[in-house]
């Protein structure tokens, strides 16, 4: 299925012809393995067999893929202006592959940053059950602690939430090393090997989750106040606007991000080192969002701020 001409400047897979430097064991870019099992890209002939991958996967989806070999830019999508530019594509993005029909293959990524609402407790509970058969030091241990905790409470606040939630075809993965900029202005939208069925708000969380790391702002009052820009630029891209159930969800959908770490890939990497490395560098956004985002002191007003904020984004599209 061919996209409206209104998108397809925005899905563009690029294959971008630059050698991939040697990347330490433990980063998150992975490829498949003649055993069928997750290895990280640690050579330039690893990231030739991920490239081709992603273009297996778009093609699975949208029957086609569109690729450039090389396209001029000189930015990432990783500062708040940025971010407020290239968010309505992603808004603009949603609409047509709201509309497509998606087979079966691809209707999940096989490696993503994510974690389904309904998998968060039990996909947690199974990654801190590992965590602990390491032999964990104190910073493990409590890592774990804090993970089902934080599972506990998201869980409880999307209950009855997220099942009345619309699915589609989404990005997967829309932040800064996939979003480039050419000075201050998008040049291209890359990796749509993470498409999978979703709600869209999971696909925002997910940017919203980066951007609010990418500050690293103490306090909630700042955080929340650093989310309306990009909230309202994604908002403005949309031809549907976000509905009343969707933005009381949303705040819960960032608050989850951070367990797909623990609840995905600590389950799922074969690796121990690299399993362990990636749970070191999840701890600290688990803390973050026990701290302001499902805390039961303080959830309230972090609710409060991000509907209110969703409601102004809104009304800028209607």
């Known amino acids: ?8 400047v925005l899905v563009l897979l ?56 090389f ?9 708040p202006h940025r ?30 940053n994510h974690i389904e609402p309904g998998r968060a407790l039990p996909g947690t509970r199974a990654g801190t059950a590992r965590i602990r058969s390491w032999h964990p030091t104190p910073a493990e241990r409590r890592l774990a602690t804090q993970a089902e905790r934080l599972a506990e409470q998201v869980t409880a606040g999307e209950a009855g939430r997220a099942a009345r939630l ?13 979003a480039f900029f050419q000075g ?3 040049a291209f939208v890359a990796d749509f090997g993470f498409m999978a069925e979703q709600a869209r708000i999971d696909d925002l969380a997910l940017t919203l989750y980066y951007a609010d790391t990418q500050f690293g702002l103490a306090t909630t009052q700042d955080r929340i106040a650093a989310l309306r820009p990009p909230l309202h630029a994604y908002a403005s891209g949309l031809g549907t606007p976000l509905t009343g159930a969707e933005r009381q969800a949303l705040p819960w959908a960032i608050a989850r991000q951070p367990l797909w770490g623990v609840g995905g890939w600590v389950t ?6 690299t399993a362990r490395a990636h749970a070191r ?38």
């Open 268 to 273: 799922l990497l074969d690796d121990e080192h």
């Open 71 to 79: 396209i001029p830019h000189d930015a990432a999508m990783n500062t």
């Open 281 to 318: 560098a999840t701890s600290p956004a688990i803390r973050r969002a026990l701290h302001a985002a499902v805390s039961t002191t303080r959830l309230p007003t972090i609710t409060a701020g991000v509907r209110a904020t969703q409601t102004s984004s809104c009304q800028c599209v209607r």
């Open 166 to 178: 619309p699915r589609q075809l989404v990005h997967g993965d829309f932040w800064d090393d996939n």
């Open 83 to 112: 971010l407020a530019r290239g968010l309505p594509l992603l808004g603009r993005m949603h609409g047509p592959l709201a509309d497509m029909e998606i087979s079966p293959a691809g209707r999940a990524a096989e490696f993503a």
């Open 14 to 69: 690029s294959a971008v012809a630059v050698a991939a430097p040697r990347l330490p064991r433990d980063n998150l870019l992975l490829y498949r393995g003649e055993d069928g099992k997750p290895k990280p890209v640690t050579t330039v002939e690893e990231w030739a067999k991920r490239r081709a991958e992603i273009v297996r996967k778009f093609g699975e989806i949208v029957g086609f893929a569109e690729v450039e070999r």
């Open 1 to 8: 299925m061919s996209l409206p001409p209104a998108a397809s």
């Open 184 to 186: 201050q202005d998008p």
